[in-house]
């Protein structure tokens, strides 16, 4: 089983949808989680923190569920500015610094 | 402010050559991390270097070596290159090297072997 799994999709959604996306991790030790957002031949760029609290910014929100493994990314009221991959990150620690990305989420989203 | 920036942005080498790849980090990052992306995949982790020192490891063979500078800046090393070794190499700077804070990524050089 791979350490961080992402269904790679695609996910193709009309405009105005949402849209959910999982990541399991399985080594309970990690600590720190992210979701990236990459566009076609560019480099990953932040999308947001993960919180255990769960944590929102505008349109996206990120919950963190501990118990089970996974975290999650919520896209309210897609835009086609959207459409790109979702990599979620994992980092454990605790002497060395191991992160580890999933393959990622290819979003589509269509007029 | 200037963000992460890496050089060369391109590179074509043949195998069996050697080749070192450029980073420097954003500005009062301390922590550098190199990661080789290939097609369809999620970047995968190499080194972690903070404060010049080796903080974290992937599974990538000794032909993979890094250092980082006082100035925080790093290079990475690739020896005896191999078709395989072909990707999109990017560097990520964040402000220490506990994986508590955020990773900023460069463009990326992206090697092709031949």
């Known amino acids: 089983r791979k350490e961080v799994e992402q269904d790679p999709g695609p996910f193709n959604v009309p405009e105005g949808a949402t849209v959910a996306f999982n990541c399991t991790y399985s080594?309970?030790?990690?600590?720190?989680f992210f979701w990236y957002r990459q566009d076609c031949r560019k480099e990953p760029k932040l999308l947001m923190s993960?919180?255990?609290s769960g944590n929102e910014d505008g349109r996206f929100t990120a919950q963190l569920n501990r118990a089970s493994q996974y975290i999650s990314l919520l896209i309210r009221d897609s835009k086609l500015s959207d459409s790109a991959t979702y990599l979620c990150?994992?980092?454990?620690?605790?002497?060395?610094?191991?992160?580890?990305f999933g393959r990622g989420t290819s979003l589509i989203v269509h007029p | 402010d200037a963000g992460v920036t890496q050089s060369p942005t391109h590179l074509i080498k043949t195998r069996g050559q050697q080749v070192t790849l450029r980073c420097s980090p954003i500005?009062?990052?301390?922590?550098v991390s190199w990661y080789q992306q290939v097609l369809g995949q999620g970047p995968q982790f190499i080194f972690q270097?903070?404060?010049?020192?080796?903080?974290g490891r992937g599974n990538f063979p000794d032909r993979f070596s890094a250092r980082q500078f006082p100035n925080y800046s790093s290079e990475l090393n690739v020896n005896a290159l191999l078709l395989g070794d072909s990707a999109l190499y990017l560097c990520?700077?964040?402000?220490?090297?506990?994986?508590?804070?955020?990773?900023?990524f460069g463009p990326g050089t992206r090697l092709t072997v031949t």
């Open positions: 990520a700077s964040s402000l220490d090297g506990t994986g508590s804070y955020e990773q900023y």
């Open positions: 080594n309970s030790a990690s600590q720190s």
């Open positions: 993960v919180y255990s």
């Open positions: 990150v994992v980092n454990r620690s605790g002497g060395s610094y191991i992160p580890t």
């Open positions: 500005s009062g990052h301390k922590s």
């Open positions: 270097y903070y404060e010049k020192e080796e903080r």
